[in-house]
């Protein structure tokens, strides 16, 4: 077999489109959004290389018009799970021995199709599966994907680049990566297509095999990566694709001596059961199984004195209501002080009022559909009890309609509480609430914002007072993972901002980074030595 140190393509970031009037892109999307809701797709697993399908079909419904069918996808049990998992094991040996760079090319091809032929097919799926609309389709599932598929590849060689520095005269030392024993499951969200395709490749990439569950409410999209991973060469078994019942699956997985580890995003309170279902299953596994989790998050925007006014409503308004706030990192609380508050409130109230709602395929509207049904309801129990409560205002929105598509509209709460449920629960949806502090209470504030939540993944300050900005960097440290300064706490790139928060928010460790996959690797350290001794006894047992 040959051999070579090979130079991977250095990665940049994947440009984001403008779907401009008149572009070329807008034309294409729209033909790829056309294609899509003319036909109904028929979505099996894929279990070592294979379709399966099952009696038991589940229709896949746009949440923005959910009388229309978009497809029906296979929904499996527990045999299926089992399936996956042999098929896993069964393509183990073949893969983690493939030399590297083969690994690597199969990701980087997967990059290539993403941003070139399938670049429309998959923001079609995305924005009408999920309800995003074409920007935030765009950033996710066109360049969000691509990059992590670029960047990783460069991260993986750094990896195997990391040598010990020293091998003294007479030896060698040296350090492999090994891929985890067993298998790895991904356990993937609906709100971003990339973070679906992460899961399952990052780990790949790595040498591990995959069992890929992904939400429900995602599977529209996740077949179409499926179709590109395929496309791209990935072997039969390395990624097994599968729709099942998360506990059903779960009570296959975990108590499977071959778990490896699981790579998860979703919420708080599964992440936390999954945590405790292996400590109670440790005793079966070959090894200690990696846990790596990015979960929940409350986060905020502190406003000081010293802001830019406009800067920041527009940090507060994009951060909180782009992708009708189901983003991991979506502002949910703010903090004001009074002497910005009149002004702030115009401002934030004016472009609220401003926004455009309705299905993705009209691309002037900014704001689309909350993800389902059961998001709706949540949603709106809270505008309700806010509605009812005497402390606190409702300032705009308010309001609700699931009759076409399950409309939230974007709704921004006032409440004169710091610890008012809104402010310090998690819920996913496009609903803000703001409270206003003393000017004179700025320090007071920071303790509040640290405590208030327990989660801790993404954050901002805006001001322009240089000592307040460090002032709060500091203060705020254990409160976000990912912290902004003069800017949204959202929007993480890839090779830019690594994401991921910890305490309730997860294991911190950092999507779109050299950390995440070293997760997924198990070294081994090697010392050859060349001319090694033939004698036990050392100089010092010489008699004098």
């Known amino acids: 077999m040959l051999k070579g140190f090979f130079n991977v393509p250095e990665p940049v970031n994947e440009p984001v489109l403008s779907y401009a009037v008149g572009s070329n892109e807008r034309g294409l999307l729209r033909q790829a959004l056309e294609s899509a809701l003319s036909e109904e797709v028929d979505i099996p697993m894929y279990i070592g290389g294979k379709a399966v399908r099952t009696d038991h079909r589940v229709a ?6 959910h009388k229309h069918i978009l497809g029906y996808y296979h929904y499996g049990d527990k045999s299926h799970v089992e399936a996956a998992i042999a098929a896993a094991l069964s393509a183990k040996a073949a893969w983690e021995s493939l030399p590297w760079e083969h690994r690597a090319a199969i990701f980087l091809k997967a990059a290539d ?7 429309y097919k998959l923001n079609a799926a995305t924005m009408l599966g999920q309800s995003k609309n074409v920007f935030q389709a765009e950033i996710d599932s066109a360049c969000e994907i691509v990059d992590f598929l670029r960047f990783n590849v460069k991260y993986m ?9 020293i091998s ?9 990566q090994r891929p985890l024993e067993g298998f790895v499951f991904a356990l993937t969200p609906f709100n971003f297509t990339a973070i679906a395709g992460n899961l399952p490749t990052s780990a790949a990439m790595m040498g591990n095999v995959v069992v890929w569950k992904p939400a ?3 599977v529209y999209s996740a077949h ?12 039969d078994g390395v990624i097994n694709l599968i729709y099942v019942d998360g506990p059903e699956a779960g009570d296959v997985i975990f108590k499977h001596p071959d778990f490896a580890g699981i790579h998860f995003t979703g919420s708080t309170g599964v992440f936390q059961q999954i945590w405790k279902t292996i400590g109670e299953n440790i005793h079966r596994y070959r090894s200690y199984p990696r846990i790596v989790g990015e979960t ?32 991991c990192s979506a502002a949910s609380r703010v903090y004001v002080p009074a002497s910005l508050w009149p002004e702030l409130k115009e401002l934030i109230v004016e472009d609220v009022r401003s926004f455009k709602i309705g299905p993705v395929d009209d691309f002037s509207n900014f704001i689309n559909a909350v993800i389902d049904e059961k998001s709706f309801d949540k949603l709106a129990r809270y505008i309700d009890a806010a509605k009812q409560d005497p402390d606190v ?6 309001t609700y309609d699931k009759t076409e598509g399950y409309y939230i509209h974007p709704t921004v709460i006032l409440t004169g509480r710091p610890d008012y449920v809104t402010m310090c629960e998690e819920l996913f949806g496009p609903v803000l609430t703001i409270y206003v502090y003393e000017d004179e209470q700025w320090e007071e504030t920071l303790g509040v914002i640290d405590k208030t939540s327990v989660y801790a993944l993404t954050g901002a300050i805006i001001a322009q007072d240089r000592y307040a900005i460090s002032q709060a960097t500091h203060a705020l440290r254990n409160a976000a993972g990912n912290f902004y300064i003069n800017d949204k706490c959202t929007g993480a790139v890839v090779g830019q901002q690594p994401f991921g928060g910890a305490r309730g928010s997860g294991t911190n460790d950092k999507a779109g980074s050299m950390i995440n996959l070293l997760r997924w690797v198990s070294p081994r350290t090697i010392k050859e030595t060349f001319d090694p001794p033939k004698d036990y006894r050392y100089p010092f047992l010489e008699q004098d």
């Open 113 to 119: 199709l993403i941003a070139g032929p399938y670049r």
């Open 224 to 235: 179409v990566l499926m179709e590109v991973f395929r496309e791209a060469g990935v072997p």
């Open 60 to 65: 896949i419904r746009p949440p923005h018009r």
């Open 168 to 176: 003294p005269r007479g030896s060698w030392n040296r350090v492999e």
């Open 157 to 165: 060689t750094e990896i195997y680049a990391q040598q010990p520095p």
């Open 393 to 398: 205002e409702i300032l705009v929105g308010g």
């Open 296 to 327: 929940g998050g409350k986060d905020f925007i502190l406003v000081h004195p010293s802001a830019d006014v406009k800067a920041a409503a527009t940090a507060i308004v994009r951060g909180a209501f782009e992708y009708q706030g189901q983003k």
């Open 216 to 218: 429900n409410t995602q």
